[in-house]
């Protein structure tokens, strides 16, 4: 089940000479020519061994000395843990036999990434002389496992020298001995080595990497672009369908729709934190999980260095728990709660208690104490699980995490339940522990039913109380970890793939009027759904007020994280696209519009698109 342990060093059984290609030629009676022939045979076996080499590496310089084990036989060698057939670990090495199967591999890591690195220390910045392992400098065991980088897809600013070394059993593999705090996100907040000082008097703002590393259809639906009767909803029926060649679909997206430019733009919005949701399959697959096992770790881990480059402080998210927490597709697994619940439920609960331990291992590592601010501990737990045994696992996942030296403010979701049920509960944390509470008006038909004005004056005066109440006279630390500038649940995949929208009453589950605010045959998603540019100046000036009174609201609490950064086709569901259409503040911390003035006139605004 341990997909993550380092490869043992004991040399594996498939690590053998290529004995056949030795035979020699049948005896002649000139003993010159069989001495020629043989030399020949032997001249022929050299160079397919060292093309062998070649084509295996993707590189010209071979050293000669590294030929004896070169063979491609030779780096079939699976990694001597991976015995169980289930395990990732195995199932990797076996896709990618001879190192050059559907990951298409860059040949080299980036030089310019390498140079452009602020930490420019001793220990060999200069990237031309920095020579990466060969597929045969990776000890045989560790070949085709997550510890083998020549199998990696993408190296760009990934430390490509091999190592098994582990902390909490979790591989450092992929990173640089050294880091450098110093980077500030914007001028107004301090740099990542200095306090940030209280939350309460200067609030977070940030994004979340929402349907990066834990997928989500709305938020990548070419992904999930299948016909319906495959049943592909979430990222288990996903991995499932895809089997061998999952690891391979994902990595790509990993290493593409996420990059460091991305990290840059962030802090050049004037956000300051990012939320980063990832699932328990970074580190850990169990029984027959079809999951891709631990290649997000990296992309984790090499998201926390550009948002360290960048002065961006994290807040650690792990949104998919095992059994499911939930039972929405965002936690993995659609369908039904597996943890805390059920038959299963305390053997996840368990799990997930497991997954905390090695993860708060390793984050308690010195490289994380400036540049994660925050670790989350699961992201909202379903409303139908015990409050008291959610409350207990919450206080043990805490006390865990506190031992193992991790100094990040724990962060605990508050279930959907809303902030007044968590007063008096989970006391005695001080600062160091917060209440998460996330934000929309588009999933309850009420509210979704609001006009225009009234969405705002909700946000104006309701969720600025809750807050505020949270945090003077309720839980304490309160931030809000997700909220979003969609008015409506129009988006497509929003509801689940296949579904409707509450909006125009096409909602499954729903399947009533529809909940728009005029609740009759006119509510469209046509404008909803449009793009940016067919935007009315109405439209674009309630969604640009639409987002500061939720910005203003939220910064009576320790702050906020906008969901999500990027989507491919959901521009109300993307900062990113936001800011490109002017429809957010092109600096989050310098804006036109706040709750104390009046709300703007959005004119012939219709209420019903
Ligand atoms: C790269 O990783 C190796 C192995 O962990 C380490 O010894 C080395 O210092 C790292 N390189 C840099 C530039 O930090
Ligand atoms: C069926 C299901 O799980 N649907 C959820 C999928 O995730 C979105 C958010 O991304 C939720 O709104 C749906 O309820």
């Not at 994290?314 to 697994?333: E, F, T, V």
């Not at 909202?380 to 100094?407: F, Q």
């Not at 104006?460 to 109380?465: D, K, Q």
């Amino acid at each position: 089940m341990a997909t993550l342990s380092p490869p043992s060093t004991a040399a594996s059984v498939a690590d053998k000479p290529p004995s056949s290609l030795a035979s020699a030629p049948k005896p002649r009676r000139k003993r010159l020519m069989w001495i020629c022939v043989g030399v020949a045979v032997a001249i022929g076996v050299v160079v397919a061994i060292v093309l062998a080499v070649l084509i295996t590496n993707k590189v010209i310089n071979v050293k000669g000395s590294s030929s004896a084990d070169a063979s491609p036989e030779a780096a079939v060698a699976s990694p001597s843990q991976s015995s169980e057939p289930s395990s990732d670990s195995d199932r990797s090495a076996k896709s990618d036999p001879n190192g050059q199967t559907a990951l298409t591999r860059s040949a080299r890591p980036s030089a310019t990434a390498t140079s452009t690195r602020p930490s420019s220390t001793s220990s060999a910045p200069e990237s031309t002389s920095v020579s990466c392992p060969k597929k045969t400098d990776i000890p045989s065991a560790a070949r085709g496992t997550y510890f083998d980088t020549t199998a990696w897809l993408d190296m760009t600013d990934f430390n490509c020298t091999y190592t098994d070394e582990t902390v909490g059993g979790l591989p450092l593999v992929g990173l640089d001995s050294t880091w450098d705090d110093s980077a500030r996100a914007n001028p107004n907040v301090p740099a990542l080595n200095k306090p940030w000082g209280s939350y309460n008097s200067r609030p977070a703002r940030g994004v979340n990497l929402g349907g990066w590393l834990s997928l989500e259809p709305f938020i990548t639906p070419s992904l999930f672009a299948y016909d319906s009767s495959l049943g592909v909803v979430d990222e288990y029926s996903l991995s499932k369908y895809l089997g061998a060649k999952a690891a391979a679909t994902l990595e790509k997206h990993y290493s593409t729709f996420v990059t460091e430019q991305d990290f840059k733009s962030i802090a050049d919005a004037g956000l300051d934190h990012i939320r980063i949701p990832f699932s328990y399959w970074a580190v850990e697959t169990y029984d027959d999980d079809p999951y891709v096992s631990s290649i997000s770790w990296r992309y984790l881990l090499r998201g926390i260095e550009w948002a360290r480059k960048y002065g961006l402080r994290i807040k650690l998210d792990l949104h998919g728990l095992p059994g499911s927490q939930n039972s929405w597709n965002h936690s993995g697994r659609q369908g039904k709660v597996g943890f805390l619940l059920g038959s299963s439920g305390a053997k996840n609960a368990q799990r997930a208690l497991d997954i905390h331990d090695k993860l708060s291992k390793f984050f308690a590592q010195d490289r994380y104490k400036n540049v994660i601010a925050f670790y989350g501990l699961a992201n909202e737990p379903g409303r139908d699980l015990d409050l008291d045994s959610l409350v207990s696992w919450t206080a043990e996942a805490y006390k865990i995490i506190k031992d193992n030296g991790v100094s990040a403010i724990q962060v605990f979701s508050d279930a959907l339940r809303g902030l007044p049920e968590w007063q008096g509960r989970l006391q005695g944390y001080g600062n160091s522990l917060v209440v998460d509470t996330h934000q929309y008006v588009i999933f309850d038909p009420a509210l979704l039913a609001f006009k225009h004005t009234a969405k705002i004056t909700f946000a104006c005066e309701t969720w600025t109380e809750q807050v505020s109440d949270s945090v003077s006279s309720g839980f304490g630390p309160t931030m809000v970890g997700e909220w979003s500038q969609a008015d409506t649940d129009c988006t497509r995949h929003l509801n689940g793939v296949g579904n409707g929208a509450r909006w125009t009453g096409t909602f499954l589950a729903d399947g009533s009027s529809p909940a728009c605010p005029t609740g009759d045959k006119q509510c469209s998603c046509e404008m909803a759904n449009a793009d940016p540019s067919d935007y009315s100046p109405e439209y674009k000036l309630f969604l640009k007020t639409w987002a500061e009174a939720q910005m203003h609201a939220f910064e009576k609490s320790w702050g906020w994280f906008y969901w999500t950064w990027k989507t491919e086709s959901a521009p109300l569901w993307s900062y990113q696209a936001g800011l490109a259409a002017g429809i957010m503040p092109e600096k989050a911390y310098q804006r036109d519009w706040d709750c104390s003035k009046p709300i703007p006139s959005f004119g012939k605004l219709p209420e019903f698109v």
